[in-house]
T-cell receptor, first 114, second 113 residues
């Protein structure tokens, strides 16, 4: 079974631009979660999608948004980029929603904002 | 509010030694606890998942224990190898279905050849 894939792997943007990141979960997994990882704050939960519905959301501003498609693929969008948005963005998939299942992580997208 | 702490932030040990990584959490009402490994610039790989009703889990040279009452977990690595060098993170899930997973900041482990 193919693992979780994320595209692109690396991105460089400038302040004020917007960016869209993509995540394809493991086949059969219906839940996709997004995380931001920075050296200072560590791994922080952004949001979770299950069956095209946002199930849970972390403490991030409205500039961070996401969606999930009928094939469970998910996209994350960040508008009006700020320098502090530079981070490794990880997505994780699991068969169902909630805390019962192990999450399987993708390799991440490294976003640099200049 | 759940907080997860991992001390030390970094650790170097000679190859072949047994070692213990520590994780503590402030709220004992957890559903499960997971240990992950992260290689530089890469995603996370789940190593062990301990349900709140369990005391330990083992996989190969790894053994994770959980003491909910004291808010502690340890990851024991036997006979360490240079390939074990990575950052190890623990994460806890709350009891409610919609609780977010809370991660510690990790322990960066370096095994000296």
């Amino acid at each position: 079974k193919a693992g979780v894939t994320q595209t692109p792997r690396y991105l460089i943007k400038t302040r004020g631009q917007q960016v869209t990141l993509s995540c394809s979960p493991i086949s059969g997994h219906r839940s996709v979660s997004w995380y931001q990882q920075t050296p200072g704050q560590g791994l922080q939960f952004l949001f979770e999608y299950f069956s095209e519905t946002q199930r849970n959301k972390g403490n991030f501003p409205g500039r961070f948004s996401g969606r999930q498609f009928s094939n469970s693929r998910s996209e994350m969008n960040v508008s009006t980029l700020e320098l502090g948005d530079s981070a490794l963005y990880l997505c994780a998939s699991s068969p169902s929603s909630g805390q019962a299942d192990t999450q399987y992580f993708g390799p991440g997208t490294r976003l640099t904002v200049l | 509010k759940q907080e997860v702490t991992q001390i030390p932030a970094a650790l170097s040990v000679p190859e072949g030694e047994n070692l213990v990584l520590n994780c503590s959490f402030t709220d004992s009402a957890i559903y499960n606890l997971q240990w992950f490994r992260q290689d530089p610039g890469k995603g996370l790989t789940s190593l062990l998942l301990i349900q709140s009703s369990q005391r330990e889990q083992t996989s190969g040279r790894l053994n994770a224990s959980l003491d909910k009452s004291s808010g502690r977990s340890t990851l024991y690595i036997a006979a360490s190898q240079p390939g074990d060098s990575a950052t190890y993170l623990c994460a806890v899930s709350g009891m409610n279905r919609d609780d977010k997973i809370i991660f510690g900041k990790g322990t960066r482990l370096h095994i000296l050849p």
